[in-house]
């Protein structure tokens, strides 16, 4: 079945350091989305990425897929303690209702 | 208004005792689906449910059974609990269709002691 691979598991910035997670799927993927979760939360949609090569921002945070559909990033910038959380990315299932998730990547930050 | 809610939010039950979870989701949504959390934060899909169509993630034990009264309601029962069962169990939404957006509920915490 398809697998979405998210690396790094763990992160530990300085508050104010920049934090990049990434995201590869073993298929192409029609879109691919990135969820916030956070501590003793339940994770909660941030952005949809559909085209090729597309970056989309939301403030301090950079989205993007990748030109063959297959890999995607999300970089923030400046991070503060309220990015405090897990992120996922998550691709559709193939033709099944859902989304596969990545094992998500924990963003530590240290003040 | 709350969009996919679920009770309970914290659930502590022996082993061996059978235990259910309910979802209620206010968007309109024909798709509803449990996932459960591990402690290493693995989200991982148990059940798809649509419109009366059942779909099961053959890794999950039959022990776990979920029932839906209408579109809007997916319950999750859980037989002869095991230590192994404690986890996050977060109920979702979307439209139907593969790739859409999933609004999960607050999760609920089933600890088996």
């Known amino acids: 079945g398809q697998q979405v691979m998210q690396i790094p598991q763990y992160q530990h910035v300085q508050e104010g350091e920049d934090f990049t997670t990434y995201c590869n799927s073993s298929?192409?993927?029609?879109?691919i989305q990135w969820y916030k979760q956070r501590p003793g939360g339940h994770p909660v949609f941030l952005i949809q990425?559909?085209?090729?090569?597309e970056v989309k921002k939301q403030k301090r945070l950079t989205f993007q897929f990748g030109e063959a559909k297959k890999n995607s990033s999300l970089h923030i910038t400046a991070t503060q303690t309220t990015d405090v959380g897990t992120y996922f990315c998550a691709g559709p299932r193939g033709g099944a209702d859902g989304l596969t998730f990545g094992k998500g990547t924990h963003l530590i930050i240290q003040p | 208004d709350t969009a996919v809610s679920q009770t309970p939010k914290y659930l502590v039950t022996q082993m061996g005792n059978d235990k259910s979870i309910k979802c209620e989701q206010n968007l309109g949504h024909d798709t509803m689906y449990w996932y459960k959390q591990d402690s290493k934060k693995f989200l991982k899909i148990m059940f798809s449910?649509?419109?009366?169509?059942?779909?099961i993630n053959e890794t999950v034990p039959n022990r776990f059974s979920p029932k839906s009264p209408d579109k809007a309601h997916l319950n999750l029962h859980i037989n002869s609990l095991e230590l192994g069962d404690s986890a996050v169990y977060f109920c979702?939404?979307?439209?139907?269709?593969?790739?859409?957006?999933?609004?999960f509920g607050e999760g609920s915490w089933l600890t088996v002691v």
């Open positions: 449910y649509n419109n009366k169509e059942l779909i």
């Open positions: 990425l559909v085209k090729s090569g």
């Open positions: 979702a939404s979307s439209q139907t269709g593969s790739g859409n957006t999933i609004y």
């Open positions: 298929t192409t993927l029609s879109n």
